[in-house]
Structures are given as C-alpha cells and as structure tokens.
C-alpha cells in the first residue's frame, strides 16, 4: 500500500499578487510580488513546511497561472496530483492592499467561476481521502455546485474518521444569496459540514455565520454542540481559545509580532494546528505553537512563501517574540 498522507485539503487556489509596497493604495502600487495563494492550497504547504507529507485537491484554469501554480506547490513539497485543469474558467487572482498592522483588503478576480468551484465527486480520490491523517476542507467549498457536493460527498467519506477539520471560512462575495436571506443558506450548509467534521477553526466573524454566537466560549460550545470535538476560535489580538468535547479548555495569548501583512497567518495557523494535532500534543501546546506560526507570517509580505520552518516556529517560542526574515529566505 503507497504511504498515507499526513494532510490532504480541498478547495481554493489562486495567483496572490501583493504590492511591494506597503501603505499605498492599488491605484498608486507600482511594483507586485507573485505568489500561490488560496487558503487550503497555503494551509498544506504549511504543513509541508513542518515536515509533513501533503497534497492538495483543487483545480486551476489551462492556462500560464494555472502553470505556475503547480510549479509552485511541487516547489514547496506538496503533492499536485488532484490538482486538474478547467478549459472554461481562467486561474483567479487575488489582489490586496497593506496597511499595517490590521487593514488588508482583498480583491478576488474569480469571474465568471473559479476553476476550483469546478471539482467534481465522481472525480475523487475517496480512497486517499479516507486514509489520510487529517483532512481539511473550508467554508468556501460550499458556496458553489459542483464544489459543494463534492465537499460534502468527501465528508461523508470520511465518516468524522482520523482529524477532519472545517475551516469557516466565510467570504461573503462568494455566496449568491439573491433567492435567500443573507445568511440562511450560508447557515445552513454550514451546520451540514459540522455534523460531519471533527474540528472546527474559525475568527468570530466566521463563527457567527456557523453558530448565530459570537462570543468566544459561546461560539465555541455552539460549534461542538453541532457536532465537532474541537472547537478553535481565533480572536485576533486577544489570542485564540480552544474548547474540546471532554472539557478541556485553553485560552493561549498571541505572540507579540510587528505586523507586515496579516493575511497568511491564519493559513500558518492551520498548517502548524495540523501538525501538532497529528504529533498528539495536548491542546495548549498546540495552539501556543500555531500562534507562533501564524505570528511569524504576519511579520512578512507574503503568505505561501513566508510559512516558516520548524526551527524557527520553536525559535520565537523560546524568545516569546518574532525575528523577522526575507520571504523566500531557507533555513
């Protein structure tokens, strides 16, 4: 039998182009950096990084991007495999703004459909899916046919066996809600993913879509009462609180970190939360590592690029502070 994987993921990818220049609107940006992008895509090159095994399920458009994004995960250790091409639909891009520390908009080009909305269940490898370590799935995947059977069909596959994580999530202009209210269908699909997932990560915002609950301990009780075991809600600069089904709670303070670009932290998070969950660590210990992962991220440009090394997530741990390096830049 071929080795399992460590992590698979299922859902976005994209062409990240960020300004390299900070503090500017778009209108005034000279100069971009390219860079993979897409939350899951990012959340298993993250945990290559750390040193796990990892593919991703995805699709892109036939096109140069679409090139360049295999290129890349390849590059970063990551099995493209699944990744498979659309002829209707171009590679999406994603544009943002960089205003530290905390306003970063984003501008997704994904029309007339992403590639990635386009994966289909009788394509996948269900197999793989059921065997691999940790599954991670996002919100986004259920915005759209086909992507949102597949992603459901994934799940049942996996019958909440090993760790099966469903990351919120929440994009709001990736949902077409003209023949509902707001958040109802998103709502509803949302508690259909939960029942069948055994952790649950997400910021408040996210959580509030899941739940209808905001507060922190309540979101989290309302997220296990929807069937997950562990419940992660991020809290931005008041750290992250973490609530398992058998009462264990821990509630873990950010790293302090001169924020660059705050984007891929959350991806840096997942990836180390993957890791520390497949090292069996107990559950402080795991979200005081992602912290760290996530914190390091924040303190550089880029998102895929930036995730960090063992080395030096247990690095800032010890200092109890982020030391900065180029994106791009090895161990």
Request: net charge negative; glycine share 10%.
């Amino acid at each position: 039998m071929p080795e399992r994987y460590d992590v698979i993921t299922m859902g976005r990818i994209g062409v990240d182009l960020y300004p390299l220049q900070t503090g500017l609107p778009l209108a005034r940006v000279d100069t971009f950096g390219k860079f993979l992008g897409g939350s899951p895509s990012n959340v298993a090159v993250a945990a290559a990084r750390l040193g796990r095994r990892t593919a991703v399920v995805t699709r892109t458009g036939r096109d140069a991007f679409g090139e360049y994004l295999h290129h890349q995960l390849r590059e970063f250790g990551v099995d493209d495999r699944w990744v498979t091409p659309v002829d209707a639909y171009s590679t999406p891009v994603t544009f943002c703004e960089i205003f530290p520390p905390d306003d970063f908009p984003l501008y997704f080009y994904r029309q007339p459909k992403a590639p990635d909305l386009e994966i289909h269940a009788s394509e996948l490898d269900l197999e793989a899916v059921m065997s691999a370590r940790v599954f991670w799935m996002t919100g986004t995947g259920l915005c759209a046919e086909p992507s949102r059977t597949a992603t459901l069909a994934a799940l049942r596959a996996r019958d909440r066996s090993g760790i099966t994580v469903f990351d919120l999530d929440w994009r709001p202009m990736f949902w077409d809600t003209r023949n509902d209210a707001p958040t109802e269908a998103p709502a509803a699909r949302y508690r259909e993913a939960l029942a069948l997932a055994t952790v649950a990560v997400g910021n408040l915002d996210e959580c509030e879509i899941a739940t209808g609950e905001r507060a922190p301990h309540a979101a989290a009780r309302a997220l296990i009462r929807a069937g997950v075991e562990l419940a992660v809600v991020k809290q931005g600069p008041e750290g992250v609180l973490a609530v398992h089904r058998d009462g264990t709670v821990a509630e873990v303070p950010p790293l302090p970190v001169d924020v660059v670009n705050g984007l891929g932290a959350g991806d840096a998070f997942g990836g180390a939360l993957c890791h520390g969950l497949l090292a069996g660590w107990g559950i402080t210990r795991v979200m005081r590592y992602a912290n760290a992962a996530g914190a390091i991220v924040a303190s550089r440009l880029a998102c895929s690029s930036a995730m960090p090394f063992p080395y030096e997530v247990e690095a800032a741990l010890t200092e109890g502070a982020v030391t900065s390096r180029p994106t791009g830049a090895t161990p």
